[in-house]
């Protein structure tokens, strides 16, 4: 699969299963916009999060060469288990989302075993972290489709992917949930 293929081929049906996305730099985590025959940073980004992504925005970020997806926090939270040095901890942290937050269907893992779960909110709320781990809400983003920048391979999806699955089948979190069960887990 070619790198440029990531927002053609995800973009419009992400979009359509209610998701807010925006392009991101090649061999990078943030977002960008290709100008003038390169990529820039794209400072205002954040605004993709107080409106639905267009049909035109899409087809328009489909054309930019190797376009990653970035998706947009607020309606989507996103449980990030940045643990990198213990495997079994990481998947005691993923059970213990699972358990308290419910049984998400959606797993991306980027460099394992560093993972993100996620869910989806009625009422956005600040992002929230307990380092090495964060609940990323309103006024974040994270990369779902791309080349990951220190892997060289793209990001996986070993269960259902956000292509696949409507915002309406994400489990429901709430602020309280999540920060209980940041500490929570931040206790093991």
Not at 33 to 56: I, L, S
Not at 124 to 145: D, M, S, T, W
Request: glycine share 6%; with cysteine; charged share 25%.
């Amino acid at each position: 699969m070619a790198d440029t293929s990531f927002m053609a081929r995800f973009g419009a049906r992400l979009v359509t299963n209610g998701y807010a996305i925006l392009p991101i730099v090649p061999g990078t985590k943030k977002p960008g916009r290709f100008q003038r025959g390169a990529w820039k940073d794209y400072p205002e980004w954040n605004r993709h999060a107080e409106r639905a992504t267009t049909e035109v925005e899409v087809t328009t970020w489909s054309s930019w060469p190797d376009c990653g997806v970035g998706i947009v926090c607020g309606a989507v939270a996103a449980v990030d288990i940045d643990i990198v040095q213990d495997a079994e901890l990481a998947h005691q942290i993923e059970s213990l989302s699972r358990f308290r937050l419910g049984d998400t269907p959606a797993m991306r893992i980027g460099r394992a075993p560093k993972r993100m779960l996620f869910y989806r909110t009625v009422t956005p709320f600040r992002g929230i972290k307990r380092h090495p781990l964060e609940v990323l809400c309103e006024g974040q983003q994270f990369v779902a489709y791309a080349v990951h920048p220190d892997t060289g391979r793209p990001y996986e999806w070993p269960e259902d992917s956000l292509v696949e699955l409507p915002l309406s089948r994400l489990p429901v979190v709430d602020e309280a949930s999540c920060a209980a069960f940041l500490d929570a887990a931040w206790a093991l």
